[in-house]
């Protein structure tokens, strides 16, 4: 019976062994983990975690032990720290400044004074003359710096 057991405490051993193994990174390859990898690198690395395994350590400090001598990147999953939070909110910065620019853009669009203004011209009752001033005057602005009221200020100076 005790075969049995050992056979079960070897197979649970190497079982997690292979986990550990496909959270790390093939410093060699670089997009293989070391236990879909066929390098040198790849093999000595699954030697030193199996060993590392019957030693009786935790995955905890297997990685720690593999972060301290290959550094950060071959984890799979890196830490969330001040370095990496850039790269992890990014996306969710990108998109609110989006939302945020689209809103600003209605939020104008729905409290334009000027288009306010000249829709209560038009459903006035006026003269010609009287609702063709009201447009003058209620006309918006001119964008100071776009291409095309450039192009047609020097078309009207020709």
């Known amino acids: 019976m005790e075969n049995g057991d050992d056979a079960k405490a070897a197979q649970l051993l190497e079982t ?4 550990i193994s496909h959270n790390v990174r093939c410093t060699e390859c670089g ?3 070391i236990e879909d990898s066929q390098a040198d690198i790849a093999i000595l690395l699954r030697k030193l975690i199996r060993d ?4 009786g350590k935790t995955d905890k400090e297997i ?7 290959f550094g950060e990147t071959v984890l799979y999953t890196p830490k969330f720290d001040v370095q990496t939070a850039a790269i992890w909110l990014s996306p969710f910065l990108l998109a609110g400044a989006g939302v945020g620019i689209w809103a ?3 939020h104008r669009q729905k409290n334009n004074v000027h288009v306010m203004a000249l829709d209560l011209v038009r459903a006035v009752p006026l003269t010609p003359k009287e609702k063709q001033t009201m447009l003058d005057l209620l ?6 710096s776009t291409l095309s009221s450039w192009l047609r200020r ?3 100076r020709q």
Do not use: C, H, I, T
Not at 63 to 69: Q, R, S, T, V
């Open 52 to 55: 590392e395994v019957r030693a």
């Open 139 to 144: 006309k918006p602005p001119m964008p100071r």
């Open 16 to 19: 997690r062994a292979r986990n």
């Open 104 to 106: 600003y853009g209605r």
């Open 31 to 33: 997009s293989q983990s």
């Open 63 to 69: 990685f720690k032990k593999l972060e301290d001598n």
């Open 154 to 156: 020097w078309e009207e």
